[in-house]
């Protein structure tokens, strides 16, 4: 059993200045407490499988099979210009959608429960509940992390190669982190006072698939719908991977700068949002 009680000296302030910085200060100061719970909520996904950790890549990677059959081979779904061509190319072209969306749809469906799932910390004062959701986005991160490895290496045995761009790829997923991060934050402090949230966020979860380029490109779309793609984060960040890994493009630096503000502003309004409501979560649960 882990002792995850921090030590009172350590206690976070959560005053209406709470931002962004401050979580990440108490994050580095209570980074023993962050692994715990970590490696505790890896414990917990996996706990009584045979397989554990494989699960997170044998997953997707079932998934990516009946999906490109379904395209590929059904409706013989080709890319364009850009790729596709043939079905192991549209099968890493699908793969690396379903990664970046699989991501993030893991945080969104989690986060409405995630304090209703931790009850027994909410009434210690001294636990900082800010850290739960970013131990989740964390741990969706590090499946992230090896569902992409797991891409590299097919992209360089079975596809055209790497190139140096693939080195940029931290940089482009940094936008999404700060995006899932800070809807993280704002679903699970509104999961507490609002319990239909968790059976609303599943819909909602589906239609995010399908309202991202993760089964079609945008250039597939007409002109006046791929105007709004760009206001999308998930679009533009599956658009800027596929081209680093797949097509050996470096980012269009304009939209990835737009992400990141846009991830940055969610961020730290989902920490503002979730330190101004959790002084009421005793009083709801």
Same mark, same amino acid.
């Given at each position: ?31 023993? @407490? ?31 099979? *009946? ?103 931290? %940089?482009?997923? @940094? ?11 704002? @679903? ?16 909602? *979860? ?8 993760? %089964? ?43 992400? @990141?503000?846009?991830?940055?502003? *969610? ?13 009421? %979560?005793?009083?709801?649960?």
């Amino acid at each position: 059993m882990f002792d995850l009680i921090p030590p009172a000296n350590t206690q976070p302030k959560l005053g209406q200045d709470w931002l962004l910085y401050r979580f990440l200060r108490e994050s580095w100061l209570q980074r023993q @407490l962050f692994l715990k719970l970590l490696k505790r909520d890896f414990a917990e996904r996996y706990r009584g499988s045979y397989l554990g950790l494989l699960w997170s890549l044998l997953l997707p990677l079932l998934s990516l099979l *009946v999906f490109t059959f379904f395209f590929g081979v059904i409706f013989r779904l080709r890319w364009g210009e850009r790729g596709g061509g043939s079905l192991s190319e549209l099968a890493l072209i699908l793969f690396v959608g379903m990664a970046l969306y699989n991501f993030l749809a893991e945080c969104l469906s989690r986060a409405p429960g995630l304090i209703l799932a931790h009850q027994n910390y909410v009434k210690n004062v001294i636990f900082p509940l800010e850290m739960l959701p970013a131990v989740m986005a964390t741990s969706a991160l590090l499946t992230l992390a090896a569902t992409l490895s797991v891409i590299l290496l097919l992209q360089e045995t079975l596809g055209s190669g790497l190139s140096w761009t693939v080195l940029l790829l931290p %940089f482009l997923v @940094l936008p999404l982190l700060l995006f899932a991060l800070g809807l993280s934050w704002f @679903l699970a402090a509104l999961g507490v006072y609002i319990r239909d949230i968790q059976q609303l966020i599943v819909p909602l *979860v589906q239609l995010l698939m399908f309202m991202s380029p993760v %089964f079609y490109p945008i250039s597939a779309l007409p002109e006046s719908v791929r105007y709004w793609f760009q206001f999308n984060p998930l679009a533009l960040m599956i658009e800027q991977t596929r081209g680093i890994i797949l097509f050996n493009q470096p980012p269009a630096w304009g939209p990835y700068l737009f992400c @990141l503000g846009v991830g940055l502003l *969610v961020a730290l309004l989902g920490a503002y949002w979730f330190a101004r409501t959790r002084r009421g %979560f005793a009083d709801v649960l």
